[in-house]
């Protein structure tokens, strides 16, 4: 069975950081706005969506409910670079969050290690990172 991932974020960077970490497998859809994920996620047999809340025009709370109301078995990764608060609200929802290093260089072991806790990606894998996959 193939494993997909939908990525919700405009972030390029996040999205050469999390195609670095996974190199393929399992395979990744990224929609560039919340609305065009709940498409996705009406077509696609997702395993985990991982949502950039810092994708502009979309309120993570709604999107969220959205998804839940969707794909109820879908797992969420919540992702941000700003404060924790995101997380702890998203948190009483079940859903996890990653807070992102302030210094992009540490977003790839901080989603490499979030990605494996999903069973989406290995210490091995986290281990064979280029140092500069996330610097720019």
Not at 85 to 91: I, M
Not at 97 to 102: E, G, I, Q, R, W
């Amino acid at each position: 069975m193939s494993r997909h991932l939908i990525l919700c974020t405009n972030n390029q960077t996040l999205v050469e950081v999390v195609t670095a970490i996974l190199d393929g497998t399992p395979r990744i859809t990224v929609s560039d706005s919340g609305l065009q994920a709940l498409a996705t996620l009406d077509v696609v047999d997702a395993d985990v969506l991982v949502l950039d809340l810092e994708t502009p025009g979309l309120n993570p709370l709604l999107l969220t409910s959205a998804i839940r109301a969707l794909a109820p078995s879908v797992p969420i990764l919540a992702v941000s670079a700003r404060a924790p608060e995101d997380g702890r609200t998203l948190a009483h929802k079940g859903i996890s969050h990653l807070s992102l290093p302030a210094d992009r260089s540490g977003w790839a072991q901080a989603m490499a290690a979030a990605l494996e806790r999903l069973g989406l990606s290995s210490q091995k894998a986290r281990d064979d990172l280029p140092m500069s996959v996330g610097v720019r």
